[in-house]
């Protein structure tokens, strides 16, 4: 991934993914031995509202409760993260919850919610698997712009496609090969990353905010300030076509 500055540029952590991730999503699907179901159209309140996290317990299940089916089901919520602008290989990231579903009167849950006690979760990028634990979840924050992103991207691609040229200028290290088309990727409140699409093959640029977004209404300001810097760049000899 190229960047701005040599300094490796700040990212989420995992769990900070795993939870934005959670958070934006609206369908998952849900893996039992009985079989795959694909649960979408939450209501636009996002999983979270509709998945509650426990941690695991140590108990014993009667043989009468897990022969009426009120015992826990061993399963694995499997969630995919995919990039809202027409990127080529537009899935950013999987993330797996494994665990067991439980019957809502073991805990206190809203109507339409279901319990999981929890066993750990698997981030995937790109084929780099990271797990994590229930306290290092719970503890990470959710991106502010986590259920905004794809808005921002879509808006910046719509109807403000000539900042992504501008943007461009920021891009180290020079690259020496045809960028056929440069698109959003992705945006949090670190940064926003760029995907530089050849011929045959495509990389991200990676583009370090100044400042850390706090809050959504941020967001604009952080984006000017590198088009501030961008301005004050030498334009580069960009190859972009029109397809």
Request: glycine share 6%.
């Amino acid at each position: 991934m190229r960047r701005l500055f040599n300094a490796p540029p700040p990212q989420p952590s995992s769990a900070e993914r795993i939870r934005s991730i959670l958070m934006a999503a609206d369908s998952m699907t849900v893996v039992t031995d009985e079989g795959r179901t694909e649960v979408s159209r939450l209501e636009g309140t996002g999983v979270t509202e509709h998945i509650h996290l426990h941690p695991a317990m140590s108990r014993e299940w009667d043989g009468e409760s897990a022969a009426a089916g009120e015992g826990p089901i061993r399963a694995t919520l499997e969630f995919t993260d995919v990039a809202p602008t027409p990127v080529r290989d537009r899935v950013r990231a999987r993330v797996l919850l494994a665990g067991w579903l439980l019957p809502n009167e073991r805990h206190e849950s809203p109507e339409g919610s279901r319990c999981m006690e929890f066993s750990h979760a698997v981030l995937d990028r790109g084929g780099e698997r990271v797990t994590v634990g229930l306290d290092d979840l719970m503890n990470a924050e959710t991106d502010p712009l986590a259920t905004c992103e794809a808005g921002m991207l879509t808006h910046l691609l719509d109807d403000h496609s000539d900042i992504v040229g501008l943007l461009l200028r920021l891009v180290k290290p020079r690259v020496t090969q045809e960028v056929r088309r440069a698109l959003p990727l992705a945006i949090d409140r670190y940064g926003i990353t760029l995907r530089l699409e050849g011929t045959d093959a495509h990389e991200d640029a990676r583009l370090p905010f100044p400042v850390p977004v706090r809050d959504v209404d941020e967001a604009g300001e952080r984006i000017h300030a590198l088009l501030s810097t961008a301005r004050h760049r030498s334009p580069r000899s960009w190859l972009l076509s029109d397809s």
